[in-house]
Nanobody
Framework: QVQFVESGGGLVQPGGSLRLSCAAS????????IRWFRQAPGKEREGVSC????????EYADSVKGRFTIFRDNAKNTVYLQMNSLKPEDTAVYYC????????????????????WGQGTQVTVSS
């Protein structure tokens, strides 16, 4: 059974850092592009960052460039999202998701194109 488990969310003050983890079971994560999405109350789900298979190309939303870093640890079958310089507007539930295997990030940027989703982890940035 394909399953994602996200962890690492929590409450942090503005300017602080968190590292989110997306651990996969039931399939080999390195064969899939993985995108982190987030959804704040009353807002649409938006893509935050993506890492492709193979060359590991990465993408970032303009709102998080220079602050967030996505990376893989294939040995642990896990993708991470390192979030620094957090802002209150980063507050949301964060989800990791995968599309069909082998597709690069640039080809799948709509949530409807993602087949596998984790349960989400809450990130709250507040003083």
């Amino acid at each position: 059974q394909v399953q994602f488990v996200e962890s690492g969310g929590g409450l942090v003050q503005p300017g602080g850092s968190l590292r989110l983890s997306c651990a996969a079971s039931g399939f080999t994560l390195e064969h899939y592009a993985i995108r982190w999405f987030r959804q704040a109350p009353g807002k649409e789900r938006e893509g935050v960052s993506c890492i492709s298979t193979g060359n590991g190309n990465t993408e970032y939303a303009d709102s998080v460039k220079g602050r967030f870093t996505i990376f893989r640890d294939n040995a642990k079958n896990t993708v991470y999202l390192q979030m620094n310089s957090l802002k209150p507007e980063d507050t949301a539930v964060y989800y990791c998701a995968a599309p069909a295997p082998g597709l690069p990030c640039w080809a799948v940027d709509n949530p409807t194109e993602y087949d596998y989703w984790g349960q989400g982890t809450q990130v709250t940035v507040s003083s």
